[in-house]
């Protein structure tokens, strides 16, 4: 007999633009509970709590600091980098709990409780994974997750997502003007 897997969806939906200002709503289960906002100031969430002040200027880590004033981090665990990153740590102020995020592919994550190694979910660059980030609970203890972590969590793929995808983009492009600097070489001698 094969055990029925079931998970609770949340998800940045289709984004939308107005004039310098991107916003994603942020689902549950295909309802909105908030927002992703991208504008000149930089990256905002907005929840029924209010909003939050996000930080994800530095390379090795993301921060939002709730209106409560918790502060929830995602930070590089083995590389210098979130875009080289194999694992990060995410930290949900207070103390309660910690998540660690472990990259199982080229853009297959799995979360895991930091202190037990217990599946909480997954995510995926794959199929539009960047655009639309889904995270997945698909365990008990996943579920049972406070919103906000789980937001956050959500938020955290997002960007760990796109920052491999701007990296990639940037080592192929050094290499295809290298590709064509050499052909030009080539072609002159």
């Known amino acids: ?83 080289r990153a194999k694992q990060l740590s995410v930290t949900f102020g207070g103390g309660s709990h910690e998540a660690k995020l472990v990259c199982e592919g080229s853009t297959n994550y799995v979360i895991e409780n930091a202190a037990s190694g217990e599946k909480w979910g997954q995510f995926t660059g794959a199929s539009r994974g960047v655009r639309h980030a889904e995270v997945q609970f698909d365990t008990d203890e996943g579920r049972a997750l406070p919103e906000e972590e789980k937001v956050f969590l959500v938020y955290s793929a997002r960007r760990v997502l796109e920052s491999r995808m701007v990296s990639s983009t940037w080592i192929l492009t050094v290499c295809l003007i290298a590709l064509i600097a050499y052909m030009i070489w080539a072609w002159i001698v």
Request: hydrophobic share 30%.
């Open 1 to 83: 007999m094969t055990e029925e897997v079931t998970w609770q969806s949340y998800s940045l939906g289709e984004g939308k633009h107005y004039h310098k200002e991107q916003t994603w709503p942020i689902l549950k289960e295909g309802e909105e509970i908030g927002s992703y906002i991208r504008d000149e100031q930089g990256d905002r969430l907005l929840t029924a709590e209010g909003e939050w002040v996000v930080d994800a200027s530095a390379d090795h880590r993301i921060s939002a600091t709730l209106p409560d004033g918790r502060v929830f981090t995602t930070t590089a665990s083995d590389r210098d980098k979130i875009s």
